[in-house]
T-cell receptor, first 115, second 110 residues
Framework: EAQVTQNPRYLITVTGKKLTVTCSQNMNHEYMSWYRQDPGLGLRQIYY???????DKGDVPEGYKVSRKEKRNFPLILESPSPNQTSLYFC??????????????FGDGTRLSIL | QQPVQSPQAVILREGEDAVINCSSSKALYSVHWYRQKHGEAPVFLMI?????EQKGHEKISASFNEKKQQSSLYLTASQLSYSGTYFC???????????FGQGTTLQVKP
C-alpha cells in the first residue's frame, strides 16, 4: 500500500531531550516536507526537500533540523525541544521535485507534547 | 505572508452551496486546496496554476484570479461528507515552499 509513515504517532517528552520523528514513504517520491499544525494557525511548513541531499527552510524552521540522505526517508530532528514546539506534525511527499502541479500525500501525523 | 481565508467558518444544510475564498498580498504561482476531517490528515483536492484557470472535481470546483491574487473554492449541492476544514496553500514561485491559510471550517447538517 502506498503510504507515508510517521513514527512515533504520539510522544510526551521533556524540555531539552533530543528527539527524532521519522518519516518514510514507499512511493519513490522526490519531494518531501514537514508541517506543524496548531489551532487557529493552519499548517505551517517547517522544512522541505526537493530531492535527495537538498533541503530548504519553510516558514518556521527555527528549532528544527532535517536530513535527506536517501529518497524514502526525511526525519525531523528537535535537538533541544521546548514547550512551544508542542504541536501536531505532518510529513508529506509528492511525486516530482516540485509541487506546483503535484498533490502532496500526508502521513497520519505525530502529536508531540513537550513538558 | 500567510494567505487569508474567508469565511473562518460556515454551516450549511445538505444541498446548499458554499464559497471559500483565499487571498494573498503577494503575487502567486499556484494555489493548492486541501480538506482535513477531524483527527485525520489533510487530503488533496486540487491545484490551480497562474493563468486564471478553473478546475472541477465532482461538485467541487475552484478558480484562480491571478490579478487579484485570489482563489475561490466552490462547493455545490453540499453533502454531509463535505464537512471538514478546508485549507488553501499558496506558492509564490516554483520552489516547493508552500504557505497555508488558517483554514475554513465547514459543517454540513442534514
Amino acid at each position: 500500500e502506498a503510504q507515508v509513515t510517521q513514527n512515533p504517532r504520539y510522544l510526551i517528552t521533556v524540555t531539552g531531550k533530543k528527539l527524532t520523528v521519522t518519516c518514510s514513504q514507499n512511493m519513490n517520491h522526490e519531494y518531501m516536507s514537514w508541517y506543524r499544525q496548531d489551532p487557529g494557525l493552519g499548517l505551517r511548513q517547517i522544512y522541505y526537500s526537493m530531492n535527495v541531499e537538498v533541503t530548504d527552510k519553510g516558514d518556521v524552521p527555527e528549532g528544527y533540523k532535517v536530513s535527506r540522505k536517501e529518497k524514502r526517508n526525511f526525519p525531523l530532528i528537535l535537538e533541544s525541544p521546548s514547550p512551544n514546539q508542542t504541536s501536531l506534525y505532518f510529513c508529506a511527499s509528492s511525486p516530482e521535485t516540485g509541487i506546483s502541479n503535484q498533490p502532496q500525500h500526508f502521513g497520519d501525523g505525530t502529536r508531540l507534547s513537550i513538558l | 505572508q500567510q494567505p487569508v481565508q474567508s469565511p473562518q467558518a460556515v454551516i450549511l444544510r445538505e444541498g446548499e452551496d458554499a464559497v471559500i475564498n483565499c487571498s494573498s498580498s503577494k503575487a502567486l504561482y499556484s494555489v493548492h486546496w486541501y480538506r482535513q476531517k477531524h483527527g485525520e490528515a489533510p487530503v488533496f483536492l486540487m491545484i490551480l496554476l497562474k493563468g486564471g484557470e478553473q478546475k472541477g472535481h465532482e461538485k467541487i470546483s475552484a478558480s484562480f484570479n491571478e490579478k487579484k491574487q485570489q482563489s475561490s473554492l466552490y462547493l455545490t449541492a453540499s453533502q454531509l461528507s463535505y464537512s471538514g476544514t478546508y485549507f488553501c496553500g499558496t506558492e509564490r514561485s516554483n520552489t516547493g515552499k508552500l504557505i497555508f491559510g488558517q483554514g475554513t471550517t465547514l459543517q454540513v447538517k442534514p
